[in-house]
């Protein structure tokens, strides 16, 4: 497998995985509408397991770099490393917004 086709791979793996985190924190924020705190909560904790294997990944290519003499930069990585900070800003938000469905609710 080539350079390029490896790091395609590899950030298709941590889009896959942060858009798992990001659908598993909407789905949270679902639950807590609903007053599901607990499912609320299962589902934020599933979320940042996903975000974990996003992270090995991620931590994958730092391991590249510093091991080479660098990875090319491509739009596919550029993307899945914003796809992974926005999916990170959602799942920090549906805990916040989990806590406050709690008080509205008076849970």
Do not use: P, T, W
């Amino acid at each position: 497998m080539s350079q390029k086709e490896e790091l395609q791979q590899i950030s298709f793996s941590i889009i896959l995985h942060a858009g798992n985190a990001r659908s598993l924190s909407m789905e949270a924020i679902e639950l807590a509408k609903e007053k599901k705190f607990d499912e609320a909560v299962q589902k934020v904790e599933a979320a940042s397991q996903e975000f974990s294997e996003a992270h090995r990944y991620q931590s994958e290519l730092l391991q590249k770099e510093s091991d080479d003499d660098g990875q090319d930069i491509s739009v596919i990585l550029i993307h899945a490393q914003d796809h992974l900070m926005s999916s990170m800003v959602v799942r920090d938000m549906a805990n916040v917004i989990i806590e406050l469905y709690r008080e509205i609710k008076g849970e």
